[in-house]
């Protein structure tokens, strides 16, 4: 499989040594010079320099290798430097590396129409962002915009994405009408392990959430709601799978109450639970869908709304006054292009799944039974999340000193981890192999045996 080969000459096992390079340190000292990080204290930082990768592995300069069990940030959801994905883009520079978003472009075409093809009936438009972020930013201002309100709600668990003050320091009439700067009101989902609602089964944490959720919408007033924005699976805050009847039970609501569902699928769209969209999994259907990540696994920045035909019928006359330079990036569109393709032809989507169900599943539930700091284990795909916990019965979460205990045994065993507050997140790209996950499964009960020795 030429996917998996690795031409730094080593033999794509996680920890073989390849060829060393003095660019490590280079490397090292130029991020430390003057790179400055994304959500850190600068000073505590010691990143590891990546040099390249392929499939699940990436590998150091020193030609040290690594098993990606976070696929980066959640996106490579097709691998490192799939090579047909590689070969799009570099086609594509040769031909035209930038274009205006007001040109028509046959490149972004094709990817609009691609997206669509995976996406429910009657949402046939796409609008192209830079990241996930500005997804989220622009499906906002088209519920604001469409409905004519103001309000949204969203949870307390999720992420969403880091802007959201740009528009509102802009101060030209791209900012007008200026629906940015005002309500978000948030409320709790469903977490059946930590519930809020006193629930004893997943039924009764769905009717309850549910319940919580219409009261919000009573008190602030539902004529003042534009949407509600929910990730369909909560990614970085979770990985928490929505119980039984709880998506289709917001839609319910959002319908009485005539209130836009927003579904952010940015983390756990494009193949990550083992399904084209999480909401395929939950019968629900919303009116916008966000996504970025594993669209094109993040070859080339990219993101983007998919847009129910009423909600862009809206602007037919009337103009959608949000726009990006780099909205439909040719680069990036060929990328979607080349990754769609590939996702589909290559069984790279049913693979995720099928090592969720066969292999991560089963593989999380033995270490659980081996291990008293799993407090639970919960996840679908290659979406899957262990809840550390210093004691069963209290569910008191480990320390940050455990964490940091169990991030070192890791690394030093060759596996790049997520982890969030008490988690790990198993997270691996959706064309992980058998033995990747029965290797990385071994490394996480040696690292968990370390790091509980601390407790
Ligand atoms: N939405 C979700 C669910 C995410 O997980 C993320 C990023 O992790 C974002 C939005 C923001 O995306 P970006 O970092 O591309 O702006």
């Not at 200026?178 to 309500?183: D, P, V």
């Not at 169990?406 to 690394?411: G, N, V, W």
């Amino acid at each position: 499989d030429e996917n998996r080969l690795d031409d730094a000459g080593t033999a794509g096992t996680a920890g073989t040594k390849g060829p060393a390079s003095a660019d490590g340190a280079l490397a090292h000292a130029l991020d430390r010079a003057h790179v400055f990080h994304s959500w850190s204290a600068q000073a505590a930082l010691d990143p590891i320099a990546i040099a390249g990768g392929l499939g699940s592995l990436v590998w150091d300069f020193d030609g040290t290798s690594y098993l990606d069990f976070a696929s980066q940030l959640v996106n490579v959801n097709i691998g490192h430097r799939h090579p047909r994905v590689v070969a799009a883009i570099q086609a594509q520079a040769d031909v035209l590396p930038t274009v205006a978003p007001a040109n028509a472009n046959l490149t972004r075409g094709q990817a609009a129409s691609a997206i669509v093809g995976h996406a429910p009936a009657g949402m046939s438009k796409v609008f192209f962002t830079n990241g996930g972020a500005d997804a989220n930013e622009n499906a906002i201002r088209l519920a604001r915009l469409h409905t004519g309100r103001d309000k949204i709600l969203s949870a307390y668990r999720s992420y969403h994405g880091n802007t959201g003050a740009a528009v509102v320091a802009t101060g030209d009439w791209r900012r007008i009408p200026n629906e940015f700067a005002r309500g978000h009101v948030h409320f709790f989902g469903p977490y059946l392990y930590r519930s809020e609602f006193w629930a004893a089964s997943p039924e009764q944490e769905t009717e309850r959430a549910l319940r919580h959720l219409e009261h919000v919408l009573q008190a602030e007033g539902p004529q003042s709601v534009a949407a509600i924005l929910l990730e369909t699976v909560v990614g970085t805050a979770g990985v928490l799978v929505p119980p039984p009847g709880y998506l289709p039970g917001v839609r319910a609501l959002a319908d009485r109450y005539g209130v836009l569902l927003i579904l952010d699928e940015v983390m756990a769209g494009f193949g990550r639970t083992g399904a084209w969209f999480a909401f395929d999994h939950f019968d629900v259907t919303p009116d916008l869908i966000t996504f970025a990540k594993g669209v094109n696994s993040g070859y080339v920045p990219v993101g983007g709304v998919i847009i129910a035909d009423p909600i862009a019928a809206t602007f037919d006359h009337r103009v959608f006054p949000g726009g990006l330079t780099y909205s439909g990036h040719p680069l990036a569109m060929a990328s979607i292009v080349a990754t769609l393709d590939a996702m589909a032809t290559e069984g790279i989507v049913a693979n995720a799944a099928r090592i969720g169900a066969d292999l991560l599943a089963p593989g999380l539930a033995d270490l659980a039974a081996r291990h008293r700091s799993i407090g639970e284990v919960r996840g679908l795909g290659v979406f899957w999340a262990l809840e550390l916990v210093t004691d069963r019965a209290t569910r008191e979460p480990v320390p940050a000193a455990f964490m940091g205990a169990l991030k070192a045994e890791l690394m030093r065993r060759h596996l790049l981890p997520f982890l969030a507050e008490n988690r790990i997140h198993v997270v691996p790209p959706c064309v992980v192999t058998d033995d990747e996950v029965a290797r990385a499964l071994a490394i996480y009960d040696e690292a968990l045996t370390v790091a509980e020795a601390t407790l």
